[in-house]
């Protein structure tokens, strides 16, 4: 009887192993529904040319949805995640918004946080990972082109944006892109830039990939390799 039982548990594992194997499989390459909300940053590069495109480019096998509005702050952004970001149903969501929001210099650094964390709770409920991707953080090169470029007064609220864009990814355990145009700075270098704030095809080309680093890890984890 012993010997029996030990039979058909080994028959059973023996079915069972490559069925599980097969279904992990069929999860890997399923399809992520990617959702990219920003500003003209999302937007610049023209067809072909944005971060998006050569996010697709580099991921065939998944969905990626450009989101990107001109001159879109994180308050707008945040006013329209439901309609342009969660009826998607996304499976990872790139939130690129903020340089508006330093340009204008409106609203409290508080303000902005609530914003930015307002979003990130709403993906993370809806099952999404969120990569957030920024102009800002700690990884900033090239100090002496930035406080030319801003100005020292607005080098500081650069700064404290980038700060606490990187305490909404540790609080929310966000993957985080910081300094996303790093490789082609100072901004308006030849060959690389539209104007002194948008990149073009060729820039973008080089912010995808900065992106594209942590995106991949958030697809890693939604495969739950």
């Known amino acids: 009887m ?20 097969f ?10 529904t990617i959702v990219c909300i920003g500003d003209s940053l999302t937007v610049c590069g023209g ?3 944005r971060y998006t495109d050569w996010l697709q480019k580099w991921l065939p096998s998944h969905k990626i949805i450009n989101k990107g509005i001109n001159g879109d702050t994180l308050a707008g952004g945040c006013a329209r995640f439901d309609k342009d970001v969660l009826s998607f149903k996304p499976d990872i969501v790139i939130i690129e918004l903020g340089a508006n929001d330093f340009w204008q210099n409106k609203r409290p ?12 709770i709403k993906a993370e409920k809806a099952g999404a990972k969120v990569v957030i991707a920024s102009c800002f953080g700690k990884k900033r090169d090239y100090v002496k082109e930035e406080k030319i470029e801003y100005g020292i007064e607005k080098y500081s609220f650069a700064d404290a944006i980038g700060k606490m864009e990187e305490q909404v990814c540790l609080k929310y355990n966000c993957f985080y892109v910081p300094n996303m145009q790093i490789d082609i700075k100072p901004n308006g270098t030849d060959p690389y830039w539209e104007d002194n704030n948008h990149p073009n095809k060729k820039g973008n080309e080089y912010v995808s990939k900065r992106i594209l680093t942590e995106l991949k890890k958030a697809i890693k984890v939604s495969f739950n390799l």
Request: glycine share 8%; proline share 2%; charged share 20%.
């Open 47 to 49: 067809d072909g040319g």
């Open 109 to 120: 650094i508080e303000q902005l946080q609530q914003d930015l964390e307002d979003m990130v």
């Open 23 to 32: 279904l992990s499989g069929c999860n890997q390459h399923r399809q992520l």
């Open 2 to 21: 012993q010997n029996k039982k030990l039979q058909i548990g080994r028959i059973v594992t023996f079915l069972l192993v490559p069925l599980i194997l």
